[in-house]
């Protein structure tokens, strides 16, 4: 019997198309993605290590970020007098966190930390499958047996099912821009592709860079097979033979001698 | 054999060509791959890219402009 604080289903493998050697992130839907971020995730998760500009020529363009990073404020240098000013946002300034410290967005949530985003798809076991599993596993109801203690949510995806985290994504949450139907399913795999892009976003690179070694080590071991080949053809092609230094007598011949011995 | 032999004689016999040779041509090779490549992932992802799809969220500034 597995301990209560290990329980959970393991997530489905899904085939996720970014996840593929030769492709990269569709686009179209990481602006999605950051839309139902925007909307939905931003009340409770922060995604502290993403900054405006690198928002720029992957989801939008950079009047779009600019725009967006003074709706927000940030806190300035200090001034002569030591004071700290606000100031709108800038390209360069992280996006903004819901809430001010752990301590306040425990407070905000009955105790549970809403955690950071940022990097969620790689600090989970099971990467996209589980987050997206987790966004859409939650049943209506929690099945027959299952304890559930007070103020968490059944999701059988979550280690201990007991998640504070209640479902958040329902058909037509949002709406989309580009006239995609937003239903749970569509929103979970934007929301996943999205932060799947916040937690690598050098993936493009590191599969060109990953096919370039591919390509150049290939050549470079056929050519050192030619050489191993070339080198040891002298080796593999000579031949050893055996010359034994006399012919030795017939034993008729040595049993003659030895018989006129005795007489 | 007439090619390669003034090839050689043009390139490769004196050290300071050879070497000049050698660099020119790691660094159009180098060149050649990169954007061999590059054209080759962007006829895979054609379409998945934020290069095929910001049109339609370049002209909206310009047309409010």
């Keep these: 019997m597995l301990p209560a604080k290990r329980l959970r289903l393991h997530p489905a493998q899904y085939p996720w198309e970014h ?11 990481l602006r999605r993605g950051f839309q139902v971020y925007r909307e939905v995730c931003a009340s409770c998760h922060s995604l502290s290590r993403i900054p405006y500009r690198s928002l720029v020529g992957n989801i939008m363009t950079v009047d779009e970020a600019k725009a967006m990073a003074e709706e927000n404020e940030y806190d300035t240098e200090p001034n002569d007098e030591g004071e700290i000013e606000k100031r709108p946002g ?7 966190s819901p809430y001010k410290n752990d301590e306040a967005a425990r407070a905000g949530n009955n ?10 798809i790689k600090a989970r076991h099971g990467g996209a499958n589980y987050v997206f599993s987790l966004l859409t596993g939650y049943p209506e109801e929690p099945p027959a047996g299952a304890v559930v203690p007070e103020g968490l949510n059944f999701n059988p995806y979550f280690p201990g099912t007991g998640i504070a985290m209640a479902r958040v994504l329902y058909d037509d949450l949002v709406e989309y821009e580009d006239g ?3 239903t749970t399913s569509q ?4 929301v996943v592709e999205f932060l799947h892009w916040s937690a690598e976003p050098e993936m493009d690179e590191r599969k060109k860079m990953g096919w370039k070694v591919l390509a150049v080590s290939s050549v470079l071991f056929a050519l050192s097979v030619w050489v191993k080949r070339y080198k040891w053809s002298p080796i593999k092609t000579r031949k ?4 034994p230094p006399y012919a030795p007598p017939p034993q008729s011949r040595i049993l003659d001698k030895l018989n006129e011995k005795k007489l | 054999m007439a090619i390669s032999t003034t090839l050689y004689n043009i390139f490769l016999r004196r050290n300071t060509t050879m070497l000049a040779t050698v660099f ?3 660094f159009g090779l180098q060149l050649a791959f990169d954007s061999g490549s590059d054209k080759i992932w962007n006829t895979i992802n054609k379409g998945r890219q934020w290069k095929d799809i910001k049109q339609r969220y370049m002209e909206k500034p310009e047309e409010e402009e």
């Excluded at chain 1, 050893?240 to 010359?243: E, H, I, M, T």
Aim: aromatic share 10%.
């Design chain 1, 19 to 29: 996840v593929k050697w030769h492709k990269t992130f569709d686009h179209a839907s």
């Design chain 1, 240 to 243: 050893l033979v055996y010359q």
């Design chain 2, 24 to 26: 020119v041509s790691a």
């Design chain 1, 187 to 190: 929103m979970a795999k934007d």
């Design chain 1, 111 to 120: 105790g549970a930390l809403p955690p950071d985003l940022s990097l969620m």
């Design chain 1, 90 to 96: 800038k390209l360069s300034d992280y996006l903004p």
């Design chain 1, 180 to 182: 995609t139907k937003a």
